[in-house]
């Protein structure tokens, strides 16, 4: 797969202790982006962070939080990007899904041959 030029970064943000089915959101997420070809998906975890219910969650020593922010981040074309819309709105009840357009300068991945 290549993808260069203009493309949509979609990055969703959801709590860390949000499920699907007794199993991470964030998790079901990117399964099912890698289900319908997107390019790829990464999951980056807050350290601190608040939405919607304004309750910051931390992990300062002192104030243990659990539900910390985690961001699923996919980048790809702008028709892939809108085509995977839809099985958000079934999946995110709670959290933020944005965006933005991005020019993509570089995207290479691993020969199969390098080694899993």
Known sequence: MRIEGPALRLTIFVGEDDQWHHKPLFTEIVHRAHKSGLAGASVLR???GYGASSRIHT???LSLSEDLPVAVIIVDAED???AFLPQLDELVAEGLVIIDPVEVIR???RSPEAGS
Do not use: A, D, H, P
Request: positive net charge; charged residues 35%; glycine residues 16%.
């Open 46 to 48: 807050g350290v601190e």
């Open 59 to 61: 992990t300062r020593l």
């Open 107 to 109: 995207y290479v991945g």
């Open 80 to 82: 892939k990007i809108r």
